[in-house]
C-alpha cells in the first residue's frame, strides 16, 4: 500500500508528465471551442402531420423547400441500422466520432498512392458535413474532425445516427431516409422490407446516378451486390436474404401526401417548428367522411350551394377524429381552402338546446311544461316562428323538438340573457365573448356568432352528461393547442339536464326532418338539432349518439343566402348520411337516465301546464322532474270563481250574497293567451262580469292592469308633420275582463273590447298611454313623439 506521501509524490509527477500536460491542454482547447463555437444541428424540416394511426396525412416543405422529414429515433429499426452501419461505419459505437485506425490507413495508402482518396469517413464525420458542406481543405478537415467530437461529446450515437438518415441525400430536394421511403416507397421506414431498405442505404452514395424510378435496373443490381455482401457476412438470415434478392424493385416518385388540408395547415400555424405532429385523427373515418361530403357537395350545388364543413369527435376521448373543412380545399373559386370549422356564422336556432338545459336546471321547466306560443312583443322585439304559425300552449320539449322561437325567447327571457352569455363564455364561445355586451334576446335564434367547432364541441358536452371540455387535436406528445386544458372539464349541465335536453333532441316525430325524408332511407339513432341563420346563409345540423357528435354546416362562404337553403333539409340528409357510414347499429347502446346523481325522477302532473294536479285537474299523467330542482307548483289552469245560478254575474268574497251562489270553475288563462284565443276566434269560456254592485277596488290588491303591446314603452316615435300617420294601440288583459279604457295623457281616449285595436294620431311630444280594465287595474306606458 502507498503511504499518504508517496502518492502525493506520484501526483505531483504525475501533473509534470509531458503526456497528461498535452492532453489536459487538449482538453482545454476543445471545451474552450465547445464554449465559443458550439454546435448547431438545427435544421429546418418538413412538417408531418400524422393520422391516430402512425400513417402521414400531410406533408409539408420544409421552408428551404426540402422534403426534409423527421424519422423518430424509434423509426430506426434494427436492420436498418445494421444495413448502413455494416455499408458506412462497423465501428460506429465504438469510435470517438473518428476512427483513428482507418485514418492512419488511408493516409498510409494516400501516401503509397500520391492521391487522396476518402475511406475514412465515419457517419459522425458524414453527419458534420451533411450539416455544413465545406471545401475538401486539411483546415477543413481539421475543422470537421473538431465538430465530429463535439457532436460525440453532445449527443449520443442513437441520435448520431439519426441525425445522418435524416440528412442522407435522394437526389433533387428529397433528404432523409424517411422521406425517400415514404415518397418512393410510399410507407414509413418501419414498414420498409430488407430489399427496401437496402435500397435506400446505397442511394445517397450516387444520388444522381442511382436514381430511384429512373434508373430502377441499375439500383436493382447495386443493391443486389450489397445484398450479397450481407450474406457473405452472415448479417441476416440466409432466407430473408434469399427473398430479398428476388423481390422485384417498385420504386416510383410519388405525390406527397395531402391529406386533411385544413386541419394540416391549423396544427402547423399551432405548433410551428415541431417536425411530426401527431393528431388525433381517424384515417378511415377522414377518408370516409371527405368522401361523404364530396358527394353530397355534388348534390348540392345545382341550388347553388357551394361550401360544408364537418367535424367528428369522439365522445369517450373529445378526440378530433374527422375534420372537414370544406367540400374541395382545391377549388379556389368557392373559397375552398377556407376553413369552415372556424369561420365565425349565425348558429340559427341551434344554440336552444343548452338554454333548455338551463332551465331545466334552474327548475324553471320539465318536459311537460306548458309554454305559450303566441305572437309576443319582447319590449319592442317581435320574433315570427320560422314557418310564421303559432301554435298555442305547447310542451317545453315540443318547443325545443319543434325549434319553436317565441316560447324560446320567453325562456331566455326569464333565465335572463347573462346566464346563456355566461354559460358559453365558459364554453369558451370566443365570439360571443366578444359580443357578450351587446347581445340581446334575438341570440338565441341566431343573433351572435358561433363556430363549427364551437358548436360540435358544446354538443359533445350534452353527450357527457353536460360534462363540456376542449376537443382534442393532437396525441398528448405536443403540447396542447388550448390555452389551457382542463381534464376533468367544466360542468354546464346536471346529468339530469343533459338527458331531459337528450331525450327531447332524439324525438322522431319532429318537422325538421328532411322533406324527401322516407322510410327507405335508414334513419339514425341519434339526438339532434338544426339551425337556419337569418336569410337562410348557413343551415346546421349537430347530432350525437353515445359514440360520436357530428356537427355539420351547409351554406356559401361568400355569405350569400339561398331560399332552398334550411338546416332541415340542407344539413341534416348530410348528417344522417354521416352516421349511417360512420357508426351504423353502433354497438356502444343509447344514453341511459343518469346513474351518478339519481335525482331524476317521475311525478304526476297535469298536462294543461305541466304543473302538480290541483282542484281542477282531471287528467293528470307523469313528467320527469329533478328531485329539489324542478319547480312544485300547483296547477291553475281553471280558477274557482263563485257566480249567480245563471252564471252572469260572479262575485268575491266581499260581494257575494249569502245564498244562492254557485262555484264554478273556468280558465285561468293568461293575458297572452286570452287574447290570442280571441284574436283566432277560438272559443273559451269567459268569467261572468264581476257584480256591479261590488265595491272593491281590485287595483288595490297589487295586480297589474292591462299587458301594453302598443305603442313600446320608453320609445320614440317620429311622425310626419304634414301627415300623421294613424298609430296602434293594443293590449292583452286576463279572461275575466270584458272592457278596457284607454287614456292619452290621463284624457279617456276610448273604451274597447281587450282584443280590439284601437287607433288615434300622435302629436310631438311625451305622451302617457293608460290601460285600464272593467276591474279597475291599471299600465301605463310613456312614449316620446317627435317630428321627422
Ligand atoms: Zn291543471
Ligand atoms: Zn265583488
Redesign the pocket.
Known sequence: MLSVEKSKIITKHLWKSPVIKTGLAALLVFFGLDFFFPTNTTVPYSTLITARDGSVLHAFLSRDDKWRMYAELDEITPPLRDAILFKEDKYFYYHPGFNPIAMLRAAARNLLTGRRTSGASTITMQTVRLLKPRDRTYTNKLIELFRAVQLEVHYSKNEILQLYLNLLPYGGNIEGLKSASLLYFGKLPVLLSLAELTTLTIIPNRPSSLRLGVHNELVKRERNRWLVRFQQASLFNEQTIQDARNEPLDAYRREAPQRAPHLAYRLRTENPNVPVIHATLNLTIQTTAEQVVERYANRIRAFNIHNSAVLVVDNQTREVVAYVGSADFTNSFDGGQVDGIRAIRSPGSALKPILYGLAFDAGVITPKTKLTDVPTNFGGYEPDNYDRRFNGPVTAEFALANSLNIPAVALLKEMGTSTLVTTLKNARFSAIKQQANQLGLSMILGGCGVTLEEMTRLYAGLANGGRWAMLNFTLPSVPQTSVSKQPDGVSLLSPEAAYLVTHTLTQITRPDLPNNFDNSYHLPRIAWKTGTSYGRRDAWSIGYNQRYTIGVWVGNFSGVGVPELSGANTATPLLFQLFNVLDYNSPTGWFRTPKEASTLSMRVICPETGDIPGEFCPNPTTDYYITGVSRYRICQHRKAVLTNPSATVS??????PDSSFIRRSYPNLSPELASFYQSRHVPFESIPP??PA???VFGNEGQTGPHITSLNDGSEYFINPAQPAEMELSCQAPNDVQLVFWYLNDKLYRRAKPSEAIFFKPTPGTLKISCADDKGRNSDIRVLVKNE
Open positions: 262575485y268575491c268574497v266581499q260581494c257575494r264581476h257584480n261590488c265595491e272593491r
